[in-house]
């Protein structure tokens, strides 16, 4: 489990530290996310909940909350937490047109 935990972590760091608006990587990783919660819902959450510090019963009801994906959800967390931000402050740029990569940019 270890190897997958590292790969998130990896790509999302690539993702975020590319010169430019690197909207490409951050979308590849969200959908290789949810990509393995339809595949594996329960070791995906697992992977989640270790990377981002989040119950998983959170990150479910913050599923239904915004609508998004949890690949959003964790790309949304894991800027939160760099960024030293709330996460509903993060969802509030990203529901105001920013994209994630933006986001990233501007924190």
Known sequence: ???????????????????????AAIKKLIVEIDAGIKTNKARMLRILVINTDVAAATLEQ?????????????????????????FDQIVALKSRGNSWAKIAEMH
Do not use: N, Q, W
């Open 62 to 86: 913050e599923k239904a909350r915004t609508g998004l994906s949890f690949g959003e959800l964790y790309v949304a967390h894991s800027l939160a937490l760099a960024c030293r931000k709330k």
């Open 1 to 23: 489990m270890r190897m997958p935990v590292f790969i998130l972590i990896a790509t999302f760091l690539a993702a975020t530290s590319a010169c430019g608006d690197d909207t």
